[in-house]
């Protein structure tokens, strides 16, 4: 049993001391890493001030000239685009426009279907006010009508 627990002993401390130098190898990769990354992250933010116009007195003539070039395409892209936006915006506002145009076209058919509709009903309803009123007007000129209605003094009947 004794020689058992000397033996993981041992064991166990290989085991950490191989983990501890991994560690150790690991930390150092990761340091280096983190170097070459800020290292990476300046020149980046000298390229940009560079190309924003600042700090262009430590540039040579062949820097200041690919600026340059890389600027003049950066312009055209944007330019493209631009056009590209504005373009895609006269396509949609045509659209708009023909639909209205469609809308305005249909209420102008509805409208007059309606006026028509409405000038109907209008003669049809004068046709039946003439109907009715010639109607009572011939009833109107009949001077005779049979009543049990008698004028003057009452007869006596005997």
């Known amino acids: 049993m004794k020689k058992m627990m000397e033996q993981c002993e041992i064991d166990r401390s290989e085991y950490f001391h191989i983990e501890r130098g991994q560690g150790e190898k690991d930390v150092h990769d990761l ?5 070459v990354m800020v290292n990476k992250i300046e020149l ?6 560079k190309l924003m116009g600042q700090d262009l007195g430590s540039c040579s003539v062949e820097e200041l000239n690919e600026i340059t070039i890389q ?12 056009a590209k936006v504005h373009e895609d915006e006269v ?4 659209a708009e426009i023909t639909g209205a145009r469609e809308l305005l ?3 102008t ?8 509709k409405s000038l109907w009903m209008q003669s049809r309803s004068l046709e039946s006010e003439k109907n009715a009123c010639s109607s009572a007007c011939e009833n109107m000129n009949i001077s ?5 209605l008698s004028i003057g003094w ?3 009947q005997v």
């Not at 980046?44 to 001030?49: G, T």
């Open 71 to 82: 600027i003049e395409k950066s312009l055209i892209l944007v330019r493209s685009r631009k």
């Open 154 to 156: 009452p007869r006596s």
């Open 105 to 107: 076209n249909e209420r």
């Open 91 to 94: 396509k949609k506002l045509k």
């Open 44 to 49: 980046l933010q000298l390229h940009c001030r």
């Open 144 to 148: 005779e009508v049979e009543t049990d």
């Open 109 to 116: 058919t509805l409208h007059e279907m309606f006026e028509e």
């Open 31 to 35: 340091k280096n890493e983190i170097t």
